[in-house]
């Protein structure tokens, strides 16, 4: 999951960074090649297309209504040396890749845009692919809204209405895609492209969520997978999924946070909070807690006023990346200085509702939260008192605590059955992504993984916030296949 390089919903980039780029795609009949038109938006590689893969929205019934994928791609830069087409599969739920082949992909090694095509694409229900709209209140599009931080005395009872607003939104508004949105279904998607882009097999590189959507295609497709490289590793148990994840972010502060500390401790640093980084922590734990009693206010934001959760909300972001961390620390310095920080930019108003829209569906599609607001408030108070950065967030219900439908269908069990062909790379401290997670999808896998653990901090390891080290080890597998022999450190 990630904040800000990939949109998703969980880590709130459904507000930060979910805008999606504009295209122009024909769409291809089943069957026939696809039609690939220019793509349309700025900052765009030139030799960039787009064109739409006509798939099943629900697909066990292959012969009803059809939806369109959006595809995006750069040809192979050696076409001697091609091996065939390595998917980019974002991060999310709520992230799009379309821009990627332009973006981040220009920045692997020459000999691996040499190997392969390099694809990206918008996941079902996100424009420009066929899109979902759930006309939700925009009051509850707010960070602290999407994601559950509960009220300043701890309680989930506004969490629990936002839920029920939320939902009620998405039923009386929703099209029925969005009852067909869902981890596996992209799955089944991703190998309707594969197969409309006429490739027998497929690479991937899948970032935080998209390392989950990954595993699953694995899963479910192993013999249409080349080489996986999955980056930023989700916990797989299929009994909790994405309810798994959220929780994650406890022990991901707790990892991260003491990286900000020192640095934020300082001697010389112009944004020097504290003495030591004991001092740093202590004082960022009174500042929320003040705020918590004593909101300041925020103009142009929703909600209008920066209290304890929208610092908190402003650490997580901010523990994303090294490069962030002025951030927070201008942040405690404007509200040690008697007022709030400036508002951070947003995506229009429909990119968010659409992103919200999407990330409702895959989430609570994906696995069955409880209804009980007794169960998460005896969570949410454990976790305060175990976990007082993120001060019980991880445990609330998110809006699926009020969907009316269910699990669409069992998650998928990652096993260790099939091919011997995943690199799995992760940082050591990651706040969305924690290395326990990481972890456990490498037991998961069994001998068909081989896991980099790289020593550094951030999300997103590969070309990223990684190291020299795991970037070699990565680019050398894309490029020639070759892995190490069994897990390794990267220091």
């Not at 007022?339 to 989430?363: D, K, R």
């Amino acid at each position: 999951m990630q904040i800000r390089r990939s949109a998703s919903l969980l880590a709130a980039s459904a507000v930060l960074a979910g805008l999606t780029v504009p295209l122009t795609a024909s769409a291809a009949e089943p069957g026939k090649p696809l039609a690939w038109a220019p793509c349309q938006g700025s900052g765009l590689d030139p030799r960039q297309r787009c064109a739409t893969v006509e798939v099943p929205m629900d697909h066990a019934d292959p012969g009803g209504r059809t939806i369109g994928i959006v595809v995006s791609r750069i040809p192979s830069e050696k076409p001697s040396a091609r091996r065939g087409a390595l998917l980019l599969i974002p991060g999310g739920p709520g992230g799009d890749s379309l821009a990627d082949p332009s973006g981040k992909g220009q920045k692997l090694p020459q000999r691996v845009r040499d190997a392969y095509d390099l694809v990206g694409f918008a996941p079902r229900g996100l424009a420009p692919s066929t899109a979902v709209d759930c006309r939700i209140d925009p009051a509850d599009l707010g960070v602290t809204k999407l994601l559950p931080w509960p009220a300043a005395d701890g309680s989930v009872a506004g969490n629990m209405a936002t839920a029920r607003r939320t939902i009620e939104s998405c039923v009386r508004n929703g099209d029925e895609l969005l009852r067909h949105l869902g981890t596996a279904d992209q799955a089944r998607d991703l190998d309707r492209v594969r197969a409309a882009l006429g490739e027998r097999r497929i690479s991937a590189w899948g970032v935080s969520y998209g390392t989950y959507v990954g595993a699953v295609y694995g899963q479910l497709f192993p013999h249409r997978t080349d080489r996986i490289v999955l980056d930023s590793n989700n916990d797989p148990d299929p009994t909790r999924v994405t309810r798994n994840w959220l929780a994650a972010f406890e022990t991901g502060a707790e990892d991260s946070f003491p990286v900000f500390a020192r640095w934020a401790s300082r001697p010389g640093n112009p944004y020097r909070l504290a003495r030591t980084p004991a001092e740093v922590r202590s004082g960022f734990l009174r500042l929320a807690a003040r705020l918590d009693r004593e909101p300041l206010p925020w103009p142009g934001a929703e909600p209008a006023w920066f209290d304890g959760n929208a610092l908190r909300q402003t650490m997580l972001t901010s523990l994303y990346d090294p490069d962030d961390h002025p951030v927070l620390a201008r942040a405690v310095l404007a509200v040690r200085a008697g007022h709030a920080p400036p508002v951070p930019p947003g995506p229009p108003g429909s990119v968010l509702q659409n992103v919200a829209a999407v990330g409702v569906g895959q989430i609570c599609n994906d696995v069955d939260w409880p209804d009980s607001a007794a169960d998460y408030q005896q969570d949410v108070d454990v976790s305060r008192a175990r976990f007082p950065l993120t001060a019980g967030m991880p445990r609330g219900p998110m809006m699926c605590a009020a969907w009316p439908y269910g699990q669409k269908e069992p998650a998928v069990r990652v096993t260790d059955r099939g091919p011997s062909n995943i690199l799995l790379v992760q940082n050591a401290r990651d706040v969305a992504t924690p290395l326990g997670g990481a972890l456990k999808l490498r037991r998961a896998l069994g001998d068909r993984a081989v896991m980099v653990t790289v020593d550094s901090t951030g999300h997103e390891a590969y070309l990223a916030n990684g190291n020299a080290c795991g970037d070699r080890t990565v680019s050398r597998f894309l490029a020639t296949g070759e892995r190490p022999g069994s897990d390794v450190l990267c220091e």
